[in-house]
């Protein structure tokens, strides 16, 4: 063990969230800090997320930083939707630009962080040995990082190659002549289908639920657009800002039942060429009436009977059993498409469930299929999964993990009863995942940030938040959820039924990140509300 060093924050995970807070506490508060990293690189999701296919399914102008002008201006998208690579050297440039690399440190894990309060501090280790005693302790650990690897029996008999989307190989996989299973179709598995399709001898995919997809158009930005993008960054960040998700559009003020059959048809005719999420902005009640909704399920059902010529690959795939957007919807590259390939198969596990995983390949209750690869595209323990894995002990000897045994309690996602000095970018409870994540990101790290300014300044030495601010937030949450048809899902990772055993609460903040904003503005502007601070 190295000697304890002195620090005022330390933060975990180097994606647009903590490289942002490096950022903000360093260059704008003068405050040191260190960023301690598990992988080899920056990046976060998109240093992990490395599958065939693998992109954002937010614009590319879009899910960036807007706190630079300069880097706004300097850097340049190619793509719509923009590719894993990109991303990741977007990311790099900002770590780059703003010379944050000599605060990260790569290949570290957080190994254990106990808060003391005789000193009122934060005593962090790694797994490389190194202690920190540290005033601040700010989790960027992302939302979708904690890999979802089901446990099927036999799952270590297999004696092909077998892979976690989430924790895909650096130097990529070879589909060649290989015959592939892929499990899970979710965003991940519907991006990555049709790549490895491509390459593959013979692709099985294993559905478990169906899932609606919207096709997303991918195609290169003309030059235009990107003179268009850099002139306007101010009046589409102030679109991103005030809006319900965070992306550079926002929802039609118009209902479903506004317009005839005819005028409805030809709206989402046209969405559906455009391309994207703003399919499901067309109108204000598809995430809010189920009749509404119903109108907008139909047209992708019957969308996915005209694209899948063997009808009953056809119905499995339209026989979806919630609210369209209830769960996060895909956006793809020819998904349903990819059915018509003759090395393509579709097996629903909820006809015939896999029974266990062989040396082979996979058993289900019908037939013995064999492979040389398996594809997990089957998600995240998310929001709560990195958080609690972590060893974070707050005060009272409280751990996180057992804290939130029950499910995540927070004060507006960002602070957690019992975790003085703690922060949680992107916490459950915040709008995160039910919008564009960077400007969500931004609006977490500047709260923070003034929120330390502000301690800096009192003199202040510690903040925590209490249990009966994390009661009215919970009800928050629970009645924003409620006000729309997102619980109508009952196997969405937003309620944490993804994983077997996980206490099924209403995760994300359904507000919107322009009413989340005012209410985290509000609660500053009236002291702290909700916050006790100490000197
Ligand atoms: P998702 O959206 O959680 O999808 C995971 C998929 O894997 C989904 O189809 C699951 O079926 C399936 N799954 C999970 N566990 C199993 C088991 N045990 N057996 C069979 N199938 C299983 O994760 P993604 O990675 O696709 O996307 C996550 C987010 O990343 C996405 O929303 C974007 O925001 C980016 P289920 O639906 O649970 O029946």
């Known amino acids: 063990m190295s000697a304890v060093q002195q620090i005022d924050a330390i933060i975990v995970g180097a994606g647009f969230s903590g490289m942002y807070q490096l950022l903000s506490l360093r260059d704008k508060l003068g405050l040191s800090a260190k960023v301690l990293e598990a992988g080899d690189g920056v990046g976060g999701t998109w240093y992990w997320n490395r599958y065939p296919g693998a992109r954002c399914d937010s614009e590319s102008h879009s899910y960036m930083f807007y706190f630079s002008k300069e880097l706004v201006h300097e850097w340049e998208w190619s793509e719509r939707y923009p590719q894993q690579p990109e991303i990741l050297r977007y990311l790099n440039y900002v770590a780059d630009k703003f010379k944050l690399r000599p605060d990260i ?112 158009r991918h195609h290169p930005l003309s030059d235009e657009f990107k003179q268009y993008a850099k002139e306007h960054a101010d009046d589409i960040y102030k679109v991103m800002t005030t809006n319900t998700n965070g992306h550079p559009f926002s929802i039609a003020d118009r209902s479903v039942f506004d317009l005839s059959d005819e005028e409805r048809e030809a709206i989402f005719e046209e969405q559906w060429k455009m391309g ?61 498409e990819t059915y018509n390939r003759d090395n393509v198969e579709l097996i629903s596990i909820r006809e015939t469930p896999i029974e266990r ?110 249990e009966q601010a994390s009661d009215y937030w919970q009800q928050q949450v629970d009645d924003a959820a409620n006000a729309t048809l997102l619980p109508k899902a009952k196997h969405s990772w937003y309620l944490g039924a993804n994983i077997p055993g996980k206490p099924q609460v209403f995760m994300p903040y359904a507000g919107g990140l322009a009413r989340y904003r005012a209410i985290c503005d509000e609660m500053v502007a009236k002291n702290y509300q909700g916050f006790e601070f100490t000197h």
Not at 112 to 128: F, I, M, P, Q, S
Not at 304 to 322: F, G
């Open 357 to 466: 995983i062989t040396a082979q390949g996979i058993k289900t209750t019908d037939h013995q299929y064999e492979f040389d690869i398996i594809v997990f595209a089957t998600g995240f323990d998310a929001m709560t999964g990195s958080l609690v894995k972590m060893d974070i002990t707050g005060r009272d000897q409280r751990t996180l993990k057992d804290y939130w045994y029950a499910g995540p309690r927070t004060y507006l996602g960002l602070q957690v009863p019992g975790f003085p000095n703690m922060f949680t970018i992107t916490g459950p409870g915040s709008p995160s995942v039910l919008c564009n994540m960077p400007p969500a990101i931004e609006q977490h790290v500047n709260w923070i940030t003034d929120c330390i300014r502000h301690m800096q300044q009192k003199g202040l030495e510690r903040i925590e938040t209490t």
């Open 276 to 336: 994207g999420f703003q399919f499901r902005a067309a109108f204000k009640d598809i995430l809010t009436s189920q009749e509404a909704n119903d109108k907008a399920a139909d047209f992708i059902r019957k969308k996915i009977r005209e694209i899948v010529h063997n009808p009953k690959t056809a119905e499995l795939l339209a026989d979806i059993d919630h609210p369209f957007a209830a769960k996060r919807p895909p956006i793809d590259a020819d998904y349903f």
């Open 105 to 216: 440190a790569l290949n570290t894990r957080m190994q254990t962080a106990k808060y003391d309060e005789a000193t009122n501090r934060w005593l962090v280790t790694t797994d490389k040995g190194d202690q920190y005693s540290a005033k601040y302790l700010i989790t960027g650990v992302g939302c979708l990082s904690s890999a979802n690897m089901p446990k099927i029996e036999g799952i270590s008999d297999f004696k092909g190659k077998s892979y976690h989307t989430g924790q895909w190989p650096h130097e990529g996989v070879d589909f060649t002549g290989k015959r592939v299973a892929v499990i899970g179709t979710g965003s991940t598995g519907i991006q990555a289908i049709p790549e490895i399709a491509k390459q593959a001898a013979h692709v099985t995919v294993f559905q478990r639920t169906a899932n609606y997809s919207l096709p997303a």
